[in-house]
Structure formats: structure tokens, C-alpha cells
């Protein structure tokens, strides 16, 4: 495609009031741009948001052209970037006269401001945090100027390989028409500087809208999982008792939220006539998340004071409420499940293909499944048989052709000898970039351990410069939804101090099966006693490895390399997986539970042959 035409394709997506991705990494728009939270690679564009009236006070639309160009965490030199765009367009005019890049502004990890000017702003902490992922650019480009975007990202993706960085796709761009809700806080990304794109007497804002921006409420992109606007209600069927489609319904939304207790906390938050307080919020991130999942659902919807319940909201309060305790019984037979075995990368070696769902302990027999039981692991021969031998039978009393088969009568189920509980501690990653689904997915993972084993269960996070631990090693389910409500993404990655908790944690607890497993979504950021966290990280895992704490990690692919290397030096298992979901997360989870239980056989056989 030439430079006129997608140009050209440019300026029709504009005129609609959309935007567009240029090659895999960058996204153009006249638009406001936040990160969607449910979709990690995914880029959501405000269509009621325009960049140059939010940011730059200007009266009309359309005037300012905003790229983002996307990179694995790390920091870009903003003035490289400013020297390699002076290199391409300094001699370029812009709308009104003046040298094109006296109209643009930038903005990395390591500062910004103006192309053209002294390049020292931008220095705030969260302005330097919210670009380590991706360079900001925004400026004044007339339609018929469109083809220099080509030159102007090629210049920028130069530096970024340049630093050592690869690129990162962006794999879905959404285009929200709800916009930003009414009175969005921007006063964190407020910040003078000197930027030519300001409308006279309008204050001066940094133009930070990007992948780690948050809209300040939930925004719909279109129907999502759960049941929506049009379906059926929350209804109850007769006698007050709820219908099955309503239990289901209500389940359906608990599953994105997190839990029953969070759902109702959430709805009756949104029950009073002021709605929700989006700015005070304690969730934070996690609650913008929830609120939008609220609203694909149609339990919410957006008005001048905020979003507030609608009458399909209040119904599924009101079931939730009255129904609570049966609610919540079905949530836990609904995360005992184990859910499908999730696909792993593993160098050399096949992914484990047993089912998930089979227990630790040798088998001690078979017995036939009664009615109503959870068919767990099936004894695959003995039912066979039992089908065998029911045909049979039946072809005796009724001669003729022998049909083989299978019911639900004929189903053995296997017994195994019970293992005595684990200590599991979940360390779980809460920066910023585990917020949406992969938080949650943690989360499911902590219940599901919690309903479907005897151990003990211990979660800390760790995130921004502190380490805390939510939930001490405990079986109480109450204390366990309490202390998983506190943990809410944001800030840095400081993996060496959640390291070190977690081995004080197992120590005090004087754990003697302890099973320490990370979730993370990339590499350390903060260092913990020296001045490189990644140094850190390896020396708090030297002191698991120098413990003897049975360690398991499951990370991302761009991570790989670090975290191999941590594991090797804590004598650790590292499990990558395509996404952190519910899938991945509880197969690894009860495949490093059968190693550790093995291992504690075979030590317990070996020191009893030592004592014979």
C-alpha cells in the first residue's frame, strides 16, 4: 500500500471519528487512548474523548494527531527520540507556518515535552511509570501532512531497537462511543510545560493518555460473555425461590467480578443515589474493571453523576441478597472445577497431558461412582468393564445383538490414598500490568486450591516499593475473601521484596511442606538492596534455594529469559503459558502439588529403608 492511499485510508477513519493501527506496534488517532484492562495486547480509543480538547484545552476537534508506539518495559531516551524525528522531519512546515516538530510533543519513560524545546519536563514519577511500555507522541498534522506518519514512527521504532527494546503488537484497538465519564480526574497527568498545542487560556496539561490511562468509569465495547441488555432478568420463579436461568445468570456475572461478597459489596455501592465515587474508589484499577463488567451486562449504565445500577442491577441485588448462602455454595462447587488443561511452553519437553483433575497419593483402589458424585478421576478399565458386563447381562435376559454402552451406572471412580495438607504460599505479581483478568485469574486460582484440597493457603502481593501479606496460611474461606478483596493492581514490580516475605512467611509459619509458587507478568523493577532489581531478584532466590523452599513460577514469554534464570538459582520449576488465566494457572498449580507430593514420598520411603 503507498503512502497516499493508506493516508487516505487515514483521513476517512478520522472523519468517522476512529483510529488505526500502523504496522503492529503503534496506534494513531485523534483520540483519547486507554488500556483495556480484560485484554492485555488491547488498545481501547474514546470516541467521545478528543485528544487535543482533553489535553490541550482546544476549542475545535480534529486538530491533534496522537500516536502511541508500543515496546517491552524498559526506557526509551526521550531525547534520542527527539533527535531521530528532528533527523527525519526537521525541515517539514506545519498547519500554521511554523517547523512541523515545534507542534509535536513526546514523552518516554525518561521524560518530554516539546520536540523543539529543552526536553526537561515530563519528570514526574507517574509520567515517567505510565510510558515505560510504549513512547507517547502527540501534534499538529493537517490531513494532506498524514504520510509523514510513515517516516515519523519508522524514526521512533529505530530508537527503540536501538535501546535494546523489541516492539510489542497491539492485537485488538476498540472503539468505545461512550467516551470518558463526566468529570474524569486527570490532576495525576496535569503538569506545565512547554507545549505549542495549548489553546490560548487553557491550562496546561502533559498529554499522557495511553496504555496505562484508565478511564474513569467502565466502557462498553459491545456485547461480552455475560447475559445483557435485552435477556432475561434475575427473575425468581415461583414461591420466591430463584429459577436455575437466574442462579446461572447471577453466577455468569460473579465469575467476572470475582465472588458473590464482591459483587454485592459492588452493587450496593451503586444502589445509593450518588452511584459509585469513581475517584475515592479503595479498588482503585480493579474496581474500573468490575464496573465494566457490570455494565457489558447491563447492570449499570452511565448518567451526569456517574454510572448507577439499572433496574436490571437492582433485580440481581436483590437475588444476590436474598439468596446469598445458596449463591455461594454453588460458586464453590463452581471453582473446584478444574478447567481445561492449558497449553505450556516448554523447551524439550511435552506439557503434562494428565488430567488436572487427578489427586496426589498412590491409588488404592476403585469404587463405583454413587449418584451425585464429582467424577474426578476415572478408573478407565473398571468401568469399561462394568459397561462389558451390564451388556451382557442384558443381552440374557433379552437375546439378541450385544449393544455396548456407556452410562452413568456404569462409571468407576478411582480412590487414592490421602496426602497429608501442603503449606502453599501464592505470590502473587500486582503491578499495574496484572490488572483486568490476570489478577483475577490469581485469584480463581486461590479459591479453587482452597475448595478442592486440604492445604494450608498463604497469598501475598507484591507491587509499587512494599510487599504485603493478604492472607496468612489459613483454610477460613471468609478470611480468605477478605484478604483477596485488598489485592488491587498498580505501580512497579518489586519481585525481590515479595521473595523475601514470602521465605519469612514459610519460615514463621514453620512450615515443614511448603510449596511457594510466583505469578508474575514480566521482570522486576525495584531493587530491594542494591541498585539493580534484576541482581536482587536472583540473590532473594539464592535464599529460597539455601532454604530448601520448593519453588514453582509461571510467567509470560517476553520473560523468559530473566525468569529461567531465576528459577535455575532458587532450584525452581518455570512453567510460560500463552496468557495467565484461570486454564493455565490451575493445571501448572496441581502439577507442582503431585512433584512436591512424590518427592515427599520418596524421601519419607527412602529414610524408612535407612532405619530397616
Given at each position: 500500500m503507498t503512502n497516499?492511499?493508506?493516508?487516505?485510508?487515514?483521513?476517512?477513519?478520522?472523519?468517522?471519528?476512529?483510529?488505526?493501527?500502523?504496522?503492529?506496534?503503534?496506534?494513531?488517532?485523534?483520540?483519547?487512548?486507554?488500556?483495556?484492562?480484560s485484554r492485555p495486547h488491547g488498545l481501547m480509543l474514546l470516541m467521545g474523548a478528543d485528544a487535543g480538547q482533553t489535553f490541550y484545552g482546544r476549542k475545535q476537534p480534529g486538530e491533534v494527531v496522537h500516536l502511541d508506539v508500543f515496546h517491552e518495559a524498559g526506557e526509551v531516551d526521550h531525547r534520542q527520540v527527539a533527535g531521530a524525528l528532528m533527523g527525519e522531519l526537521g525541515q517539514e512546515i506545519g498547519p500554521d507556518g511554523r517547523p512541523l516538530l515545534d507542534l509535536f510533543d513526546l514523552q518516554t519513560g525518561t521524560g518530554g515535552g516539546r520536540v523543539t524545546g529543552d526536553l526537561t519536563g515530563g519528570q514526574k514519577e507517574s509520567l515517567r511509570r505510565n510510558h515505560l511500555n510504549h513512547v507517547h507522541l502527540a501534534g499538529r498534522l493537517a490531513n494532506e501532512q498524514l504520510h509523514l506518519l510513515g517516516p515519523l514512527v519508522r524514526a521512533v521504532e529505530e530508537v527503540i531497537l536501538g535501546a535494546g527494546l523489541e516492539l510489542r503488537k497491539i492485537e485488538r484497538i476498540a472503539h468505545l462511543r461512550s467516551g470518558m465519564a463526566e468529570g474524569a480526574d486527570l490532576s495525576p497527568y496535569s503538569e506545565s510545560g512547554d507545549s505549542l498545542l495549548k489553546e490560548a487560556g487553557a491550562p496546561g496539561r502533559e498529554p499522557t493518555e495511553s496504555l496505562d490511562r484508565r478511564p474513569q468509569g467502565p466502557a462498553s465495547n459491545g456485547p461480552g460473555e455475560t447475559p445483557g441488555r435485552g435477556q432475561a432478568s434475575a427473575s425468581s420463579g415461583t414461591g420466591g425461590q430463584p429459577t436455575e436461568a437466574a442462579i446461572d445468570q447471577a453466577l455468569a456475572i460473579v465469575k467476572k467480578v470475582g465472588s458473590p461478597e464482591e459483587l454485592v459489596r459492588l452493587l450496593r455501592e451503586g444502589d445509593r443515589p450518588e452511584g459509585w465515587n469513581l475517584r475515592q474508589h479503595p479498588s482503585g484499577v480493579h474496581?474500573?474493571?468490575?464496573?465494566?463488567?457490570?455494565?457489558?451486562?447491563?447492570?449499570?449504565?452511565?448518567?451526569?453523576?456517574?454510572?448507577?445500577?439499572?433496574?436490571?442491577g437492582r433485580h440481581l441485588l436483590?437475588?444476590?441478597?436474598?439468596?446469598?448462602?445458596?449463591?455461594?455454595?454453588?460458586?464453590?462447587?463452581?471453582?473446584?472445577?478444574?478447567?481445561?488443561?492449558?497449553?505450556?511452553?516448554?523447551?524439550?519437553?511435552?506439557?503434562?497431558?494428565?488430567?488436572?483433575?487427578?489427586?496426589?497419593?498412590?491409588?488404592?483402589?476403585?469404587?463405583?461412582?454413587?449418584?451425585?458424585?464429582?467424577?474426578g478421576e476415572i478408573a478407565v478399565l473398571e468401568t469399561v468393564r462394568g459397561a462389558v458386563t451390564r451388556a451382557h447381562l442384558g443381552a440374557l435376559a433379552q437375546p439378541g445383538p450385544v449393544r455396548l454402552t456407556l452410562r452413568r451406572e456404569d462409571v468407576w471412580i478411582q480412590q487414592r490414598a490421602s496426602e497429608r495438607p501442603l503449606h502453599?504460599?501464592?505470590?502473587?505479581?500486582?503491578?499495574?500490568?496484572?490488572?483486568?483478568?490476570?489478577?483475577?485469574?490469581?485469584?480463581?486460582?486461590?479459591?479453587?486450591?482452597?475448595?478442592?484440597?486440604?492445604?494450608?493457603?498463604?497469598?501475598?502481593?507484591?507491587?509499587?516499593?512494599?510487599?504485603?501479606?493478604?492472607?496468612?496460611?489459613?483454610?477460613?474461606?471468609?478470611?480468605?475473601?477478605?484478604?483477596?478483596?485488598?489485592?488491587?493492581?498498580?505501580?512497579?514490580?518489586?519481585?525481590?521484596?515479595?521473595?523475601?516475605?514470602?521465605?519469612?512467611?514459610?519460615?514463621?509459619?514453620?512450615?515443614?511442606?511448603?510449596?511457594?509458587?510466583?505469578?508474575?507478568?514480566?521482570?522486576?523493577?525495584?531493587?530491594?538492596?542494591?541498585?539493580?532489581?534484576?541482581?536482587?531478584?536472583?540473590?532473594?532466590?539464592?535464599?529460597?534455594?539455601?532454604?530448601?523452599?520448593?519453588?514453582?513460577?509461571?510467567?509470560?514469554?517476553?520473560?523468559?529469559?530473566?525468569?529461567?534464570?531465576?528459577?535455575?538459582?532458587?532450584?525452581?520449576?518455570?512453567?510460560?503459558?500463552?496468557?495467565?488465566?484461570?486454564?493455565?494457572?490451575?493445571?501448572?498449580?496441581?502439577?507442582?502439588?503431585?512433584?512436591?507430593?512424590?518427592?515427599?514420598?520418596?524421601?519419607?520411603?527412602?529414610?524408612?529403608?535407612?532405619?530397616?
Open positions: 497516499t492511499s493508506w493516508s487516505e485510508k487515514l483521513q476517512r477513519l478520522f472523519a468517522r471519528n476512529r483510529g488505526a493501527r500502523l504496522g503492529e506496534a503503534t496506534v494513531v488517532s485523534r483520540l483519547v487512548h486507554a488500556r483495556d484492562q474496581a474500573l474493571n468490575q464496573l465494566r463488567e457490570l455494565e457489558e451486562g447491563g447492570y449499570l449504565t452511565r448518567t451526569l453523576r456517574g454510572p448507577v445500577l439499572t433496574e436490571e436483590q437475588l444476590l441478597e436474598s439468596h446469598l448462602r445458596a449463591i455461594k455454595q454453588r460458586f464453590r462447587k463452581l471453582v473446584r472445577r478444574a478447567p481445561g488443561t492449558a497449553r505450556l511452553h516448554r523447551p524439550g519437553q511435552a506439557a503434562d497431558e494428565r488430567s488436572i483433575n487427578a489427586r496426589s497419593g498412590p491409588i488404592r483402589g476403585a469404587v463405583p461412582a454413587q449418584p451425585g458424585d464429582w467424577l502453599i504460599c501464592i505470590l502473587i505479581d500486582a503491578s499495574a500490568s496484572m490488572a483486568g483478568r490476570r489478577i483475577q485469574a490469581a485469584k480463581h486460582l486461590v479459591r479453587h486450591l482452597l475448595s478442592s484440597t486440604k492445604d494450608k493457603l498463604a497469598v501475598i502481593a507484591f507491587q509499587e516499593r512494599e510487599v504485603k501479606v493478604h492472607v496468612p496460611f489459613t483454610r477460613d474461606w471468609a478470611a480468605v475473601e477478605a484478604g483477596l478483596a485488598n489485592v488491587q493492581p498498580m505501580g512497579l514490580t518489586p519481585l525481590a521484596h515479595g521473595l523475601s516475605e514470602s521465605l519469612a512467611l514459610i519460615a514463621k509459619a514453620r512450615a515443614r511442606r511448603p510449596l511457594l509458587l510466583l505469578i508474575t507478568d514480566g521482570i522486576p523493577t525495584v531493587a530491594k538492596w542494591g541498585l539493580d532489581p534484576l541482581a536482587d531478584g536472583l540473590k532473594a532466590a539464592r535464599s529460597l534455594a539455601e532454604a530448601g523452599v520448593p519453588f514453582g513460577c509461571i510467567g509470560l514469554q517476553p520473560s523468559r529469559r530473566y525468569l529461567a534464570d531465576l528459577c535455575a538459582t532458587a532450584n525452581g520449576t518455570l512453567h510460560v503459558v500463552d496468557e495467565l488465566d484461570a486454564n493455565a494457572l490451575v493445571a501448572i498449580a496441581h502439577q507442582e502439588r503431585r512433584k512436591l507430593a512424590r518427592r515427599l514420598r520418596q524421601g519419607m520411603g527412602a529414610r524408612r529403608a535407612k532405619s530397616s
